[in-house]
């Protein structure tokens, strides 16, 4: 193609030929060669079948005696019984106060070899030059050492004192806690002996006491002092009493559970055992015919120790047999089950007044009453179909009754209920209570206010109070209402704090945080449309919910704290409202407790449904110690 030369100034100048396109390369995709002498087929690793792949076999290798050793150590560690002294060693600082803690030492770190041979090297200089040699002042740093802490505990100048939980031997530390405590000096326990270590300027070390720091962190240092303080030294009755250890390895528990089996049948077949046989099995039936029960399927009421539902047992006891086909002796009436009077219900014609020589339909009518008594209809008439005698014209011989004899029982939340025994309950509280002796009584939250202040003043303090103690111990909230007094506990002053300052006055308790705001949201309320007071309220506290609930005193099941204010009100007289919140809220706090509640010890546990439902106890637990010691004589 021949390009064309354009005309006048743009001679030359013309439209360029486009270039050729590229070749593409083909692709040449190599042939996978087959070797016709191996057959493709699936592996097969069984018996006799394909070589198993490489694994990572380290398991299997024999590791470095000190590995075992450690390895050995912790499972000892789990395996054997703690003694508490030990054992408090395990309870270390929490992540977020063991930073703050560390944070704050940092600062006063032990001077450096350099920074030392620095110093020294300047007051040389300076003696060389004929000035006169003044010592530089000590810098203020942390001690580190057991004989020097020990000496610092010893005569009181330790603000604070914090120990490793990993001392090898732990009988060098063993003493500091209880040394602490003697002297009135906070101590904590933290993580790791090299951590502490490293604020030394050394590879390990035991333990550690701040003695002093700068006027700008004690503020910071009171927090952790007082951190300390709640965690460790208040608690030494908890501590001393708390074990370690004693978890066994799925092997031992099986092995052991067997063992128990074959000794409980053995016992069983002794002539002696069936007093002991006889208090479980009671303990059981009492659980079934409790008013708490009696609108409980049987299905319900499966007994762990029995391993059978209760209708079963039933059928056994009246032939008077166990399960394990030792005869019994028979129980007294008043232990009948739901299933047996269930068994013994009677078809019952009913006719009405106005309904003369009319033959009604028949239906089943279940007879049971809430009491566990066995009622049944005698000395009936029938009001619509009597002879000049008296004699009833019933052909099938069926008893018949009025409905106006019938009495309905009251079912929990409707007027009229109340729970069993309840007050029998109440005096057995205010027996195991006498003392007065728990937190709640000298620290609670009724506690914190300043009685000599206004009326309006004192109803916000309780109201702050009341805010404060929902996840907290009392002991804590006492603490921060002291603090709050203090700087003055007002809706004014507490509107014109700002939220640093307020949180610092609050801390620690649960939460504190979100109380800041919320306390600030609940004062700008106040402010706003109350003229600064607070409108009539009442909290209820989640150990009366949980307590009732156990007690079965608010009917049904309540699933939050206010159903169950609702529930008790209904019921409960009003005059002692306050004095058994204030009973019941430290019988959780000593007794009942959320986790692991004392029910040997309870006066309450042949009446509380809770304690006495073996589905939910130990025997263990549910038996008074009285029992407990008369089976451990009769089995031994």
């Given at each position: 193609m021949v390009q064309k030369k354009g005309k006048g100034k743009g001679k030359g100048k013309g439209k360029k030929i486009a270039a050729a396109p590229l070749v593409a390369k083909k692709v040449v995709v190599p042939k996978k060669v087959v070797n016709p002498l191996f057959e493709k087929r699936p592996r097969n690793f069984g018996i006799g079948g394909d070589i198993q792949p490489k694994r990572d076999l380290s398991r299997f290798l024999r590791w470095p005696k000190y590995i075992r050793l450690?390895?050995?150590?912790?499972?000892?560690?789990?395996?054997?019984?703690?003694?508490?002294?030990?054992?408090?060693?395990?309870?270390?600082?929490?992540?977020?106060?063991a930073t703050e803690l560390f944070r704050l030492m940092d600062k006063y770190r032990p001077e450096s070899?350099?920074?030392?041979?620095?110093?020294?090297?300047?007051?040389?200089?300076?003696?060389?030059?004929?000035?006169?040699?003044?010592?530089?002042?000590?810098?203020?740093?942390?001690?580190?050492?057991?004989?020097?802490?020990?000496?610092?505990?010893?005569?009181?100048?330790?603000?604070?004192?914090?120990?490793?939980?990993?001392?090898?031997?732990?009988?060098?530390?063993?003493?500091?806690?209880?040394?602490?405590?003697?002297?009135?000096?906070?101590?904590?326990?933290?993580?790791?002996?090299?951590?502490?270590?490293?604020?030394?300027?050394?590879?390990?070390?035991?333990?550690?006491?701040?003695?002093?720091?700068?006027?700008?962190?004690?503020?910071?240092?009171?927090?952790?002092?007082?951190?300390?303080?709640?965690?460790?030294?208040?608690?030494?009755?908890?501590?001393?009493?708390?074990?370690?250890?004693?978890?066994?390895?799925?092997?031992?528990?099986?092995?052991?559970?067997?063992?128990?089996?074959?000794?409980?049948?053995?016992?069983?077949q002794k002539p002696g055992a069936g007093r002991t046989r006889r208090t479980l099995r009671v303990l059981c039936?009492?659980?079934?015919?409790?008013?708490?029960?009696?609108?409980?399927?049987?299905?319900?009421?499966?007994?762990?120790?029995?391993?059978?539902?209760?209708?079963?047992?039933?059928?056994?006891?009246?032939?008077?047999?166990?399960?394990?086909?030792?005869?019994?002796?028979?129980?007294?009436?008043?232990?009948?089950?739901l299933t047996k009077r269930l068994l013994k219900r009677k078809r019952v014609h009913i006719k009405y007044e106005e309904q003369h020589g009319v033959k009604q339909p028949s239906s089943q009518h279940k007879n049971v009453d809430l009491s566990g008594s066995h009622s049944e209809v005698?000395?009936?008439?029938?009001?619509?179909?009597?002879?000049?005698?008296?004699?009833?014209?019933?052909?099938?011989?069926?008893?018949?009754?009025?409905?106006?004899?019938?009495?309905?029982?009251?079912?929990?939340?409707?007027?009229?209920?109340?729970?069993?025994?309840?007050?029998?309950?109440?005096?057995?509280?205010?027996?195991?209570?006498?003392?007065?002796?728990?937190?709640?009584?000298?620290?609670?939250?009724?506690?914190?206010?300043?009685?000599?202040?206004?009326?309006?003043?004192?109803?916000?303090?309780?109201?702050?109070?009341?805010?404060?103690?929902?996840?907290?111990?009392?002991?804590?909230?006492?603490?921060?209402?002291?603090?709050?007094?203090?700087?003055?506990?007002?809706?004014?002053?507490?509107?014109?704090t700002d939220d640093h300052t307020l949180g610092q006055l609050i801390y620690p308790v649960g939460f504190w945080k979100k109380k800041v705001v919320y306390i600030r949201k609940t004062c700008e309320i106040l402010k706003r449309d109350y003229g600064g007071d607070i409108p009539p309220t009442l909290e209820c506290r989640h150990t009366l919910h949980r307590i009732s609930n156990r007690l079965g005193w608010s009917g049904r099941a309540t699933k939050t704290p206010e159903e169950t204010r609702v529930a008790l009100e209904s019921w409960m007289p009003e005059d002692i409202w306050s004095d058994t919140n204030l009973l019941l809220v430290g019988f959780g706090q000593q007794t009942c407790l959320p986790v692991g509640p004392k029910c040997s010890q309870c006066l309450n546990v042949t009446l509380c449904p809770f304690g006495r439902n073996p589905a939910n106890r130990s025997l263990k637990n549910v038996l008074p110690q009285s029992l407990q010691e008369e089976d451990s004589v009769i089995n031994s």
């Open positions: 450690q390895r050995q150590r912790a499972v000892l560690q789990q395996r054997l019984k703690i003694p508490p002294p030990i054992h408090q060693f395990k309870q270390s600082l929490d992540r977020q106060k070899k350099a920074a030392r041979k620095e110093r020294l090297r300047k007051r040389a200089a300076a003696r060389a030059a004929g000035k006169e040699d003044v010592p530089t002042k000590r810098k203020i740093c942390v001690r580190q050492g057991v004989n020097t802490v020990t000496t610092l505990v010893e005569q009181k100048r330790a603000r604070l004192v914090c120990i490793a939980n990993d001392v090898d031997p732990v009988e060098i530390v063993l003493f500091l806690p209880a040394l602490c405590r003697k002297m009135g000096v906070p101590y904590c326990i933290v993580r790791n002996k090299s951590r502490l270590g490293v604020v030394v300027r050394r590879k390990k070390t035991a333990c550690i006491a701040i003695t002093d720091v700068e006027s700008n962190d004690r503020s910071n240092l009171s927090k952790i002092i007082e951190s300390a303080k709640t965690n460790y030294n208040d608690r030494y009755d908890e501590i001393r009493k708390n074990w370690g250890g004693g978890i066994l390895g799925a092997k031992s528990a099986s092995r052991i559970a067997k063992l128990e089996r074959a000794r409980a049948r053995e016992l069983s039936n009492m659980s079934q015919t409790s008013k708490y029960f009696t609108s409980i399927s049987p299905r319900r009421t499966r007994s762990k120790v029995q391993g059978v539902s209760s209708h079963i047992q039933q059928g056994h006891r009246e032939r008077g047999t166990t399960n394990d086909g030792v005869v019994e002796e028979p129980l007294s009436s008043h232990t009948t089950t005698e000395n009936h008439k029938c009001v619509g179909d009597q002879t000049g005698d008296g004699v009833c014209n019933n052909p099938k011989g069926n008893k018949t009754t009025n409905v106006e004899d019938k009495v309905k029982p009251v079912r929990p939340g409707q007027p009229g209920w109340e729970p069993p025994h309840w007050q029998l309950v109440l005096d057995n509280i205010r027996q195991m209570r006498a003392a007065r002796d728990a937190p709640v009584d000298s620290m609670g939250a009724e506690k914190c206010m300043d009685k000599e202040s206004e009326p309006q003043v004192y109803r916000f303090q309780v109201l702050i109070s009341l805010m404060l103690s929902s996840q907290t111990k009392d002991q804590v909230t006492h603490a921060a209402m002291t603090k709050l007094r203090a700087h003055g506990l007002t809706v004014d002053n507490i509107l014109a």
